[in-house]
């Protein structure tokens, strides 16, 4: 069965229609990409799909759950199981670093003091940052606020991971041991990613499939593997996965 089930999905931002008639599925442990040029509405469907953004139209099913017609503490629960980290990827600047990860914690669970700690540090040597504990975010360069962001969406131990961008402003060394460390959290914790990037790099070296937004036709034109699409998939597609090159 798959985790999360997209049907006729239209979004929209007041009467503007930025993506319609969206239908597709992830399954449970896929790297799953979501591609398309800048506007093409991205993270817009990432809000769609964690329950933040009613649809136009269609719907958002999460296993036998629709996002969009389930009572307010169902979802609340439900979103308990996604980890988030938005294209801001915004930490709280009065907040040390072990702070900040331990938020979802403290506002989620009751475990102790110490266990919350255990598991700030466990999450934080797994993106490669054990001595930031105590750091505040604006001591800590671009980079290493993304990898904080990326462990304080894991601090919950999400069945979903969500992420939109992580990968911008960081050098390509950083981006590269990104898309590892992606790949080994799905590998250890089993856990299913939604990964909204540009870099054409980090889609072949990390996606399963990827679904590509037109933002022409308004509709997603493309849904395989990589490296199907780069030979078999749309001109627009073919194009924008030869950048790779370049
Ligand atoms: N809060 C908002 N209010 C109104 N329109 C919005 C809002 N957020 C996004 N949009 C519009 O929705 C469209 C899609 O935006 P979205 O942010 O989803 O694109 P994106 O694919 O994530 O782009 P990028 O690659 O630049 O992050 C754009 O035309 C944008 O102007
Ligand atoms: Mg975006």
Request: glycine content about 6%; aromatic content about 6%.
């Amino acid at each position: 069965m798959s985790l999360l089930r997209v049907q006729q999905l239209t979004m929209a931002w007041g009467e503007r229609i930025i993506q319609r008639d969206l239908n597709f599925e992830v399954q449970p442990g896929e790297v799953f990409v979501i591609m398309g040029a800048s506007g093409s509405g991205k993270s817009s469907l990432m809000r769609h799909l964690v329950g933040l953004q009613e649809p136009h139209a269609g719907q958002v099913w999460l296993q036998d759950t629709n996002l969009y017609a389930c009572s307010d503490e169902h979802l609340s629960a439900l979103r308990r199981k996604f980890g988030v980290m938005f294209q801001s990827g915004a930490l709280w600047s009065s907040m040390t670093v072990g702070e900040n990860l331990m938020l979802p914690l403290k506002l989620f669970t009751s475990l102790p003091q110490h266990a919350m700690m255990q598991r700030a540090r466990f999450k934080l040597a797994l993106v490669g940052l054990d001595d930031c504990f105590d750091a505040l975010p604006a001591e800590l360069s671009g980079g290493m606020k993304k990898r904080v962001a990326i462990a304080r969406s894991l601090m919950l131990d999400p069945d979903l991971l969500y992420l939109d961008e992580p990968a911008s402003g960081l050098d390509p060394i950083n981006a590269r041991r990104l898309d590892e460390l992606l790949l080994s959290i799905r590998q250890h914790l089993g856990t299913t990613i939604v990964l909204i990037t540009h870099s054409v790099e980090s889609i072949f070296a990390v996606a399963d499939r990827a679904l590509f937004l037109d933002d022409q036709s308004q509709t997603m034109t493309a849904l395989d593997s990589p490296q199907q699409l780069q030979h078999t998939g749309p001109a627009r597609v073919q194009a924008f996965l030869q950048r790779a090159a370049t």
